[in-house]
């Protein structure tokens, strides 16, 4: 089974119900959570009041990700593709968020294809990452 990494912009367009995002989770790929994407769809008490309804909303969507995705922790394997990633956006001179290489990392060191719609990452120009369109 193939694995595949979906960025939090994908796990958004699921949350607001875009269907052929849906669609995604019920195609045989194996999810992979990476430990950034968990942390982005994490509610943030400086923008969600804890105890209110979005809050609770937000939360259970968290744990809908959960069931669905299997967690993937920024461990040492990460950590080398991770190197790696800033590396070559050094010498490309063309610097990338640490977010969006975290998650590109975790792709890489589980083989995993990435699906993402952040335009301003541009994961398709970065080594041997394979990006599912």
């Given amino acids: 089974m193939e694995h595949l990494v979906l960025d939090s912009s994908v796990w958004i367009a699921i949350e607001r ?7 995604v989770l019920k195609e045989g790929f194996n999810i992979i959570l990476p430990a950034m994407v968990a942390a982005e769809l994490m509610p943030d008490p400086a923008h969600i009041q804890p105890g209110t309804t979005r809050h609770q909303q937000s939360l ?9 995705a299997e967690f993937a922790a920024f461990d040492e394997k990460v950590v080398e593709k991770y190197v790696q990633l800033i ?5 490309e001179g063309r610097p990338r968020s640490i977010p969006d ?3 590109a990392a975790t792709a890489l060191a589980h083989g995993a294809l990435l699906k993402s719609f952040d335009k ?5 120009n970065l080594p041997n990452l394979r990006v599912l369109s």
């Fill in 17 to 23: 119900g875009v269907e052929n995002e849906i669609q």
């Fill in 120 to 124: 301003k990452a541009v994961f398709e």
């Fill in 87 to 91: 590396s070559f956006c050094k010498r």
């Fill in 60 to 68: 259970d969507f968290l744990a809908f990700v959960r069931r669905e």
């Fill in 101 to 103: 290489l975290m998650i």
